[in-house]
Structures are given as structure tokens and as C-alpha cells.
């Protein structure tokens, strides 16, 4: 009778605790120099639920079940924030604990008496409901960690680099043209706006790693001009590289700087995986609703197997192993354009070069994701080019 299970589990607790501790330090290394245990401290309370739960003398109603999950999962999240407070915990300890509590449990119960299908269904879904409570607690809080770790660590480097930078820019403002330390100045700027955008790259890495989208600030702005400016700071050092084709003025809801990353981030990789022979083509289109613009080069093509991971972090083509950076720039791209409510694809062909392709809606506060359907052909007469 489940009467009886739910007295003799009641009458077996501290056995059960006792058991499960010396497992537990056993097995997981990491228990072993903990002086409590959220698990260990609410066991006997846990396992009190499981009994009532077996018990045919009270009343299960509706409330009685909700109050009861309700028990566990506070047992369970109080468990999975106590484990992030140990460096050495791993959530596969975490989850190996209650693996553990199950076994133990099972197995001091079924050693006076068989446990009915019933009984052992309400004991594995009480602690599967534990388990899944404390695991997402954990995950939870260690990512609230790691955010907060990386927004004080970029403020903080910032600060000084920024201090710096203006320091290393007045110096060189008040040089005479004919200074040998002229490039050796412009240099160290240089290197400093490299290490900004790695504390940039930084952050970001802190918010896909999360699962967040990229933070954006819409404001009216002209992409034809941002483009422009962009490929103009890129041509200084990538001198005759660029050709720009645009129907001109495009005016929209965007953030600034984020296209700019984005630009600058397809316009470096162009340069370096492309022929650099042969010019590297941005262009701009657009019709009263959306922009399309596309960065194409000549040179490898990018291998087909590849084309389907080319976005996920982290991720470098073997021609790119050699390069700089963390692989996060086109990761960046693709979360920055889905945050316009746009889309983004790549072609790439061995005679026709790779592209990359990118439609954005002018005001992504008023529309759905723009699906990936070309704007409207713009008559070659209509479409201005320039090249750096």
C-alpha cells in the first residue's frame, strides 16, 4: 500500500541521509572539504514531500500538489545557488548528487520491501523535478556572474586605456610633421584602438555567451554616409581596395556604431581572405521599406561545409587560422543585423567570389524580421561608384 511506503521512507531518513552523505563525498571530490550542504541540510524536509506524495491518507488535491512542487522547487534552486558558491563544482556534480539521492533512495526502500510502479514513478519525478530546478538555478546565477564580471572588467580597462589614447593623441597633435617619433606615436594609438576593440569583443563574447541579442540604440541616420565614412578610414591603410556603389542618400532607424561594426568587420574580412589584386565591392540598394547592402571580394571560395557554421562563435576556417582575433567577429554581424530585425547571407562560388548579403528594414521598431528577398534592381544609371 503506498500508505506503508510513505511510513517506511519516513522511518528510513536519516539512514538514507547518512548513506547518501558518505557516497557523495566518495564520489565527488569537490563535496569533500564542505563543511554543509544545501542538499543534505533540506534532505530531510525533501524527503518528507516524497512520503506524503506516496501517502494514500492525504488529501491530494490540486493546492496539496502545487504546494508540494512548489517545496521542491525551493529545495531544489536553494541547492544549485549553495553549489555556485565552490569553484570547484561542476553542474555535472551538481546533477550527479541527486543521481546519487535516487540510487540511494530506491535502494534503502526496496531493501524491506519491492517498490510498484507508482511508487517509483512519484520518487523519480520528484527528484527529476529537483534536479531540473537546481541545474537551471546554477546556470542562472553563473551567468549573472560572468556578466557582471565582464561589464566591471571592460569598464575598468577602459577607463585607463581611454586616459591614454587622449594622452597619446595631444603628444602627437603637438609633433612637427618631420618627427622620426611620428610613427612610432601613431602606432601606439593604433595598438590602442586594437585593444578597445578586443575589450569590445570581449563584452560581446559575454552576451553570446548568455544568449543575448546585441544591445542597439535606433536613431535617425544615413546609411549611404556611414558606409562612406567607413570605407574612407579603411582606405588609409587598405589603399585602392575598395570600389563603393550606392544609389545614394538611405535614411533609417538604426544604431550607428553597430552598423559600423558591421562594416568594418565584412571590409576586414574581405581584405583578409580576399585576392588582393582585385577589388573588394560595397554596395547599397534599397526601396521605401529596407537597405540591402553587400560586401563582395574575389579570391578562395569558402567551402561548402562551412557556409552552415561560418556564423557560430568561436568558429575560424582553416584559411583563417593564422589570423587574429577571438572568432567572434561574424558572430557579432549576424546577432547585430538580427537585432535590426534583419537577415544575412553568404555566396560563394570559386569564378564569382563570396558575398555577403544583408537586408535591413529603415524602422525596425514598426516591422517583422525582413525575410531575405532582394530589393528592388536599381537601374547601373542610378547607382553612383567611387573607389578607394
Known amino acids: 500500500m503506498p500508505n506503508e511506503t510513505a511510513n517506511r521512507l519516513k522511518k528510513n531518513i536519516n539512514k538514507i541521509l547518512l548513506i547518501w552523505e558518505d557516497r557523495v563525498n566518495k564520489e565527488i571530490k569537490a563535496a569533500r572539504p564542505q563543511d554543509t550542504m544545501a542538499l ?14 506516496l501517502s494514500n491518507t492525504i488529501d491530494r488535491t490540486t493546492a496539496r500538489k502545487s504546494k508540494d512542487k512548489l517545496e521542491s522547487t525551493r ?15 561542476t553542474i555535472d556534480q551538481l546533477i550527479t548528487e541527486y543521481h546519487i539521492l535516487r540510487q540511494v533512495l530506491c535502494d534503502v526502500m526496496e531493501d524491506e520491501a519491492p ?3 507508482f511508487e517509483r514513478e512519484v520518487i523519480v519525478s520528484s527528484i527529476e523535478q529537483a534536479v531540473n530546478d537546481a541545474a537551471t538555478e546554477y546556470s542562472d546565477i553563473l551567468k549573472d556572474q560572468r556578466e557582471k564580471m565582464s561589464s566591471t572588467l571592460t569598464h575598468d580597462l577602459r577607463n585607463p586605456l581611454t586616459s591614454a589614447k587622449i594622452s597619446a593623441q595631444l603628444v602627437l597633435r603637438k609633433m612637427s610633421i618631420d618627427d622620426t617619433s611620428v610613427p612610432k606615436m601613431k602606432l601606439i594609438i593604433k595598438n590602442m584602438d586594437r585593444l578597445d576593440q578586443m575589450i569590445t569583443e570581449v563584452l560581446d563574447a559575454s552576451r553570446l555567451e548568455a544568449g543575448e541579442g546585441m544591445p542597439i540604440d535606433l536613431r535617425p541616420c544615413d546609411l549611404d554616409q556611414i558606409i562612406r565614412e567607413v ?43 580576399g585576392d588582393e589584386n582585385k577589388y573588394i565591392t560595397l554596395s547599397l540598394t534599397q526601396d521605401q521599406i529596407s537597405a540591402k547592402l553587400s560586401v563582395h571580394n574575389f579570391g578562395n571560395p569558402i567551402p561548402p561545409q562551412d557556409l552552415s557554421v561560418l556564423f557560430e562563435k568561436y568558429r575560424r576556417l582553416k584559411s583563417g587560422e593564422d589570423k587574429t582575433g577571438w572568432g567572434l567577429g561574424l558572430t557579432m554581424v549576424k546577432s547585430m543585423v538580427e537585432a535590426h530585425k534583419g537577415s544575412i547571407r553568404v555566396e560563394s562560388e570559386k569564378d564569382k567570389g563570396t ?34
Open 75 to 89: 529545495v531544489g534552486k536553494r541547492h544549485g545557488e549553495d553549489r555556485t558558491g565552490f569553484s570547484d563544482y
Open 40 to 53: 543534505r541540510d533540506s534532505l530531510p524536509e525533501y524527503l518528507n514531500q516524497i512520503a506524503d506524495a
Open 115 to 117: 517498490l510498484g510502479a
Open 355 to 388: 558575398t555577403f548579403i544583408i537586408y535591413l528594414p529603415k524602422d525596425p521598431r514598426l516591422t517583422a524580421d525582413v525575410q531575405a528577398k532582394p530589393a528592388p534592381q536599381v537601374p547601373k544609371a542610378q547607382i553612383e561608384e567611387h573607389r578607394h
Open 231 to 273: 570605407t574612407d578610414e579603411l582606405s588609409v591603410e587598405n589603399p585602392d581596395s575598395f570600389k563603393l556603389e550606392s544609389t545614394g542618400n538611405c535614411q533609417g532607424y538604426w544604431d550607428e556604431n553597430g552598423l559600423r561594426r558591421i562594416i568594418e568587420n565584412l571590409l576586414t574580412n574581405a581584405v583578409k581572405y
